[in-house]
């Protein structure tokens, strides 16, 4: 029986001897749900990134490169994880913003799908009285998850199409551009961590797997806060290895989904 230390040395002695390097999609830290301003880490997402950079220099992690999307919770999430690294004296590259990264346009699609939908959409309409007539937090944040799963998944199927917000086509081509931008930093056997959200890592799940544009969808919808996917890279190879990992998160109350 090989034990997990000799496993994970055949691993990486397998991917040194194919020259594999590693994308490590990161998704931010519990940002502030149904409050005012979204794009800010609440206490606890704070806590998450600060686990994963523990957790991180607990493995000795070589990062190589680290890029960031353009929100303010996922430059935050990358300067807490930065901040455990350089207390410690590991190495930190200096991070680099890549717009493509940016996740769907979710506040602007609820905002300015809802008076639309709920005229002719009877589900959506029973799902947004649900959710307004919530009061109790644990309970209004399951009925805006089932509503906003509704509306989302319409905006997939092309169902909802507004000026000024992207499709759900677009957001696919998007992405991609940004995982080349990241992979193009590499030389053979490198590590890059990219901050950013759960939309833009279905989607590079997606590359790797091939798989539906609603099963896209869903799968972002598991992702929890602080959470990463891991994909193996080399030419044209692009596998995913890991997904939805969360080991640093060892506290229950640490895991969250919004």
Known sequence: ?????????????????????????????????LEKDYDQLSSLGEKQARALGEFWVGQNFCIDHVFSGPRIRHIRSCDVVGQVFQRTGLRWPKPVVIEEFDEYQAESLMRVAMPLLRERDERINRLNQSFRQSEEPNQRRRAFERLFQAVTSTWVRSEFVADGIESWQDFCRRVPKGVERAKSASTKSQRIVVFTSSGPI??????????????TLEL?????????????????RFSLSTFNASPHLRDPSLLTYR
């Open 202 to 215: 279905a989607v590079a799940a997606q590359l790797a797997l091939g798989l539906s544009a609603q099963k």
């Open 1 to 33: 029986m090989i034990n997990g230390k000799c496993f994970l040395s055949a691993i990486l002695s397998i991917r040194h001897r194919v020259s594999m390097s590693i994308l490590t999609l990161v998704r931010h830290g519990q940002a502030s749900f």
């Open 220 to 236: 972002s919808w598991m992702m929890h806060n602080g959470a990463y996917a891991e994909f193996l890279f080399a030419g044209d």
